[in-house]
């Protein structure tokens, strides 16, 4: 085995134990990590034999395995950028609630500070 096959095989396994030890991790949903262990896997065999990817495009219509690779990269791409803009516009619409929460709150404290004020007034007069 060659010097970068060993790193490359290395650093896929790192990464795929780094998505299922990490705390966050069990925020993330089970067919991900499905999926993450089916492209570790196709990753080692393809690193360790590099026809297999070659023979694997052939056979859904690809020329060539570097190909495949290309386009299954500029899918993965698509798929985070969707998801990170709509995880993105959840998180806008959390944090629009919660300033109006905020507001309402700290409207609600002026209004019994204002209260709490008058009585206090009003108990001096008396």
């Known amino acids: 085995m060659i010097v970068i096959q060993v790193l ?3 650093g896929i396994v790192a990464v795929f134990g780094w998505l299922l030890l990490n705390p966050r991790s069990q925020q993330v949903h089970a067919w991900i990590k499905i999926l993450a262990a089916a492209f570790t896997t196709f990753g080692v065999v393809v690193i360790i034999s590099p026809g ?15 190909d ?6 500029a899918v993965s791409f698509v798929y985070v950028m969707v998801s990170v803009y709509t995880r993105n516009i959840d998180e806008q619409e959390k944090f629009e609630k919660m300033a109006r929460a905020i507001a309402l709150l700290d409207t609600r404290v002026r209004e019994l500070n204002d209260l709490l004020t008058e009585t206090q007034e ?5």
């Open 8 to 10: 490359l095989i290395c």
């Open 52 to 66: 297999t990817s070659d023979r694997i495009a052939h056979s859904v219509g690809v020329g060539r395995g570097a």
């Open 122 to 126: 009003q108990k001096k007069k008396t």
């Open 68 to 73: 495949l690779l290309l386009y299954s990269i």
